[in-house]
């Protein structure tokens, strides 16, 4: 199975240009062996800071990186951009939607998309954050709320573009809701003449009895403090049981059940892995868990196929203390290399040693000098919580063009309180002309021409 027309005797396949997948080529790069790294997307996108780019305070280019430009200094490894659609575990085949390729290794890496919990109609009326598309469509609706407030006649309807639902309270609601408190009190306060955004309000929905539930329960009270002063209201113990064309979200809190109207409704609730995991059960007979994770070996394997690796978010890790590892970049910035290693010492006939993650402890941030860090022995909060979420980020971005524009840009931002891509893009930017709500019919009326 191994391409030996390039001098290699191996050749390992890498599926997704993740945090995990980037890692493990990098690591094998150079080596004596051929990589080939797949991705349907031919950038590596830094996750982390992604609701950056849908809060207007970073532009996509700033925190995605070509995986060639990345790669291109490792002469043994092979970059394509190619949908997968099928493994062949027996016939050792990935299968593309336009051709196949074989491998003597195989790294699946292909992470995690949204979860609606049986209700996939829901993400057209709620987006998650995954991808820079996501993030572009929440940056339009954010935005554009503010835009039809500002001409909204209605009471009742203005305040209703001005309402921000937030499904999920783990690290991704938390920022969302920090960073949309900070646009309307801080940012665009002096932006409108009709409206006054400070008039905005923020509901954070969290099914947990608290926010950042896998945090220690003073961090969690600390991050609830630190939204309040944004004026974020929390809610806990409670369940989103419907959304309602879009508008209308439908809670439920032991026997209350409350409806809230909103225009703007994110979701940040939950994730399931990728479909690959579904593949990879069907072909080999893997264990999946309840969200579609690869139930992985010791050594990130799966049981009778020694050269097939599950990492990253498609992986359900529970070797360590019995409960799986948790699907972040810091996590999978460990799994690609540790996996790569092991591969080098496979080769030479070695066996490598287990796995052992290196916990380095949780950031959130929730706003301007505002964060929690969990470090293990050290918790604490404020501006030097944040003050190392930001080191941190800066430190994990894998271009060094990157740091220096994400730098600069935080700098200027937190200087000058004003963010450099409050833009609204999108194919319908007027969606405004054409609204009709439960509550009655919109009364913006149209311009007679375009200006």
Avoid: C
């Avoid at 993740?18 to 349907?40: E, H």
């Amino acid at each position: 199975m191994a391409d030996r027309k390039n001098g290699y005797i191996h050749h390992v396949v890498i599926i997704g240009g993740g945090f995990a997948g980037l890692y493990a080529a990098r690591t094998l790069g150079n080596s004596p062996v051929k990589v080939t790294i797949i991705d349907k997307r031919n950038f590596h996108l830094f996750q982390p800071l992604l609701y950056q780019v849908a809060i207007g305070g970073l532009s996509p280019g700033d925190i995605a990186s070509p995986i060639r430009a990345v790669l291109n200094r490792y002469k043994n490894i092979w970059v394509f951009t190619a949908e997968v659609v099928d493994i062949d575990p027996n016939g050792q085949r990935v299968i593309l939607r336009d051709g196949e390729i074989t491998y003597d290794t195989l790294i699946v890496a292909t992470g995690s998309s949204h979860h609606y919990f049986g209700h996939d109609e829901w993400a057209q009326m709620a987006p998650g954050l995954k991808t820079v598309e996501d993030a572009l469509e929440i940056r339009r609706r954010i935005f554009l709320s503010f835009e039809v407030a500002e001409r909204e006649p209605d009471p009742k309807m203005r305040r209703a573009w001005m309402r921000f639902i937030i499904v999920g309270g783990g690290p991704t609601g938390v920022e969302l809701a920090g960073a949309i408190g900070e646009l309307a009190y801080t940012t665009l306060k002096d932006d409108f003449q009709n409206i006054n955004t400070a008039e905005s309000e923020i509901i954070l929905i969290e099914g947990a009895d608290r926010i950042l539930p896998t945090y220690p329960p003073d961090l969690s009270a600390k991050a609830q403090r630190a939204l309040a002063q944004l004026n974020v209201k929390v809610q806990t113990n409670t369940m989103v049981t419907d959304i309602n064309k879009g508008t209308t979200v439908t809670t439920r809190n032991g026997n209350r059940i409350d409806q809230i109207q909103a225009q703007t409704i994110l979701w940040a609730a939950g994730v399931k892995a990728s479909f690959l995991g579904q593949v990879l059960s069907k072909g080999t007979g893997v264990e999946l868990d309840h969200v579609g994770r690869v139930i992985v070996q010791p050594d990130f394997t799966i049981p009778n196929y020694p050269n097939i690796f599950v990492i990253g978010d498609l992986a359900n890790y529970p070797h360590d203390n019995g409960k799986p590892l948790p699907g972040v970049a810091s996590v999978a910035m460990q799994e690609g290399p540790y996996v790569a290693n092991a591969i080098k010492e496979r080769i030479k006939g070695n066996t490598p040693p287990p796995f052992r993650y290196n916990n380095k402890g949780s950031l959130a941030v929730i706003g301007r000098n505002k964060a929690v860090a969990d470090l293990g022995r050290f918790k604490f909060d404020g501006f030097f919580a944040w003050l190392i979420w930001v080191f941190v980020h800066i430190l994990n971005l894998v271009e060094f063009d990157n740091k220096v524009l994400v730098l600069f840009q935080w700098a200027w931002n937190y200087f000058t309180r004003k963010r450099s891509a409050l833009l609204i893009t999108g194919k319908d930017p007027f969606p405004m002309l054409k609204i009709h709500k439960e509550v009655g019919e919109a009364t913006i009326i149209p311009p007679r021409k375009s200006v």
